[in-house]
DNA sequence: AGATGACCGAAATCGGTTTTTGGTCATTTT
DNA sequence: AAAATGACCAAAAACCGATTTCGGTCATCT
């Protein structure tokens, strides 16, 4: 593996068990095996390495929902398969749930200016696929915003709220069948 | 008006207004124009003072709701209702959106305590009233607790979440009517 | 008997000092 | 020559003792 790889995901790593500010360049260094100033050749800074990361786990994430799309499919088939495996890959999201939770803790600016741009680049993702099921008519006439939003952080409630308040976190087809029984069939057009 | 009247509507003010930790007894004592000795002949402690708002803002909630509950209606037609009432008074949760805020910004003990508190209050009320409307048989058969815990979060957002992304707080009836053509939608017996 | 505010100690705040850490660059390695 | 490296620097964070604030008490006063 060549070594912005290997920096690249040393850096994935200590942000999603350290979150941002408690990792630290000499540590994302001494993972990757490489000397410090060797990350500074690829990339800018801290904060752009952070941005890189959470643009692959993005990247990711889309391409995996992209994958599991079948264009021949309903919406509420793949809305359904889609949001199970966005659920098969939670651990991955765990970088997620850390940012969260220090966003809460710390309010470290860079964090939060990046949950933001994750929120809204998945928001405007969810957003498109519904409008291209209401323009196929196969769903109602909503607001794609206002669902994307809904269904947004109505998956982050139970993803990361979920577990405050509960011993053990919920079973993903107990989070499946409640939003097929709710939201989506909600919008199903009958 | 009693002195421990006057006391309850200072202190609720205050914590509305500046939030938990920045309200002082004193300050208190000063709006209800009383002596900072004579709070302490009714309420035990500050911590105290404060609970005894939150049970009566709750109080307040579940009777306003109550007061528009119509047992002969569909379960429907009332959780639209209640749902409507909820943002109607949307002004008297700014002590929960404060604190909401609070409990982000400076992770005050004491607030997140209460805050889990009134969750779980508001969301086992919530879950009683699907119960009664699943026993009834007016609503599909799911789990009242999610659900509960769905509708609860999903208010949220948009009454608190909404605004840190968006310049001007959405409307009462995009909220209602998001929510009855997808979630109350789907809950409904076809 | 109930109300009050001066008073107390614990907890928060502040400001100056020390330590940590993001980022650079002269030197070394390939 | 090009890439890698870690000693080094300045700026930001952590630390810590001095000072202030504030929750709670109680002797005194209506």
Request: aromatic residues 10%.
């Amino acid at each position: 593996m060549d070594r912005q790889q290997e920096i690249l995901q040393a850096a994935t790593t200590s942000f999603t068990q350290f979150g941002y500010k408690a990792t630290t360049i000499d540590q994302v260094a001494k993972i990757a095996n490489v000397g410090k100033g060797t990350i500074y050749n690829f990339y800018a800074n801290k904060e752009q390495l952070f941005e890189e990361v959470v643009i692959h786990l993005i990247q990711e994430m889309k391409h995996e929902t992209n994958k599991t799309i079948d264009t021949k499919a309903s919406f509420m088939y793949n809305a359904h398969t889609s949001l199970m495996k966005m659920l098969e890959f939670r651990e991955r999201h765990l970088l997620f749930a850390k940012l969260i939770e220090e966003e809460k803790a710390l309010r470290t600016p860079a964090v939060r200016q990046m949950l933001l741009k994750i929120e809204q680049e998945i928001i405007s993702y969810v957003s498109m696929r519904i409008r291209n099921g209401i323009e196929k008519g196969e769903i109602i006439n909503c607001n794609p915003e206002h669902v994307a939003f809904l269904l947004f952080k109505s998956y982050i409630a139970f993803i990361v709220d979920w577990q405050l308040t509960h011993e053990e976190p919920i079973k993903e087809d107990a989070i499946l069948s409640l939003f097929s029984q709710t939201i989506f069939n909600g919008l199903a057009k009958k």
